[in-house]
């Protein structure tokens, strides 16, 4: 099914394109400036992790961000294995794309991954 783009889709679109790292609710709300309002911006989100355009990240601050995904909509299952890295010193949150794979015990299977490093980034690290 394809769903149509609204204004308020584009606009959240185009923040996450131009952020190029991973944003919360509130980021997005300040970056959209009061265009587009909370519960809207929440609804196009999830929609945009169902649909395989960004992910969801539940970083170790108990926030969720979500970033864009490569291309998750041809797949037909959205998951993703690869951390995340969360500056503690400019909030901001990355996807790392090294791919991690874990060693689960046997008869266990993997639906979601959820890693997150927290530190400095490399601008803040180089202070
Ligand atoms: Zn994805
Ligand atoms: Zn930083
Ligand atoms: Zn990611």
Redesign the pocket.
């Known amino acids: 099914m394809k769903r149509r783009n609204t204004p308020s889709k584009t606009a959240v679109l185009s923040a996450l394109e131009r952020a190029n790292t991973a944003l919360s609710h509130d980021k997005l709300l300040d970056t959209l400036a009061g265009s587009v309002d909370r519960a809207t911006i929440y609804r196009i989100l999830n929609r945009f992790c169902e649909d395989?355009i960004?992910?969801r990240i539940v970083a170790d601050d108990g926030k969720q961000y979500f970033a864009l995904?490569?291309d998750?909509s041809h797949q037909e299952e959205?998951s993703?294995n690869h951390f995340h890295f969360r500056c503690l010193q400019c909030d901001r949150v990355e996807c790392l794309t090294t791919e991690v794979s874990v060693n689960l015990p046997k008869g266990y299977l993997a639906e979601n991954f959820n890693g997150v490093i927290s530190g400095k980034c490399r601008a803040c690290g180089s202070l």
């Open positions: 395989g960004a992910h995904c490569e998750c959205h993703h």
